[in-house]
């Protein structure tokens, strides 16, 4: 079956925005259905959007577990798929997902994939090499760093969230887990602010301080720290 996503759909949408906006006679429901079949050759935008809806049901991605309960791998949202509300509330995830993705390049981890990386973390931390014990803290911090953005994509907000190397700044002054001597290192190479959060969460409101490092690529430091764990692994 095919699939469409919702870019797709916001593709759609935009065109026909871009036509009315011409001085068309047509309406907008009309060049929604005329770009509909003209890219995707279904019968109108309605079609295009039931196809969407689907689609997410249908996609490899899908996993069945047991009790009638299916796992999205692409968002990791577990759902009962015979029951409205819960489709529904994974369609609204995924969504969020793909806006993220598309905006980013990159989704956070999933929940297990998380719980991995600070294990892999905390044993570095352990070891004697302070490059380990630098790549531990900072695994560590990623891992706390994709759970809040998780939250964020959730929440709606992930647009406003700092990216990997503000975060550890801001995370810094409360990783408490983070021996001393890695922990002056970390603030030396990312900055620190001052008391942001203690929970480990962003939240929309907490603002962005100015800091004493310079900001970096935005999101170098994560991708360079996940290549160091796969080899490490
Ligand atoms: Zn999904």
Redesign the pocket.
């Known amino acids: 079956m095919k699939i469409i996503t919702h870019s797709d759909i916001n593709a759609v949408k935009r065109a026909a925005k871009a036509a009315r906006k011409t001085g068309s006679s047509l309406s907008y429901m009309q060049w929604l259905d005329h770009f509909a079949r003209q890219n995707h050759q279904v019968s109108g935008f309605h079609e295009l959007q039931k196809i969407c809806d689907n689609g997410?049901l249908m996609s490899d991605?899908i996993q069945e577990l047991s009790g009638g309960i299916v796992h999205?791998r692409?968002?990791g949202?577990n759902f009962v798929a015979q029951l409205d509300c819960d489709r529904a509330e994974?369609k609204k995830?995924?969504r969020q997902?793909e806006q993220f993705l598309s905006a980013m390049g990159y989704l956070p981890q999933q929940h297990d994939r998380r719980e991995t990386t600070k294990r892999q973390g905390y044993m570095l931390m352990s070891s004697a090499d302070t490059e380990q014990q630098r790549t531990g803290a900072l695994a560590v911090l990623a891992g706390h760093f994709d759970r809040s953005l998780s939250a964020a994509i959730d929440g709606d907000y992930w647009r406003g969230h700092p990216d990997f190397d503000e975060y550890i700044a801001m995370a810094l002054p409360n990783a408490g887990f983070t021996p001393a001597h890695i922990k002056s290192r970390l603030a030396a190479e990312f900055g620190e602010y001052p008391s942001f959060f203690n929970d480990s969460y962003w939240k929309p409101g907490r603002g962005k301080v100015a800091r004493s490092a310079p900001p970096k690529d935005r999101n170098g430091t994560r991708k360079k720290l996940f290549m160091t764990l796969d080899l490490s692994q």
């Open positions: 997410l991605d999205c692409f968002c949202c994974h995830r995924h997902c």
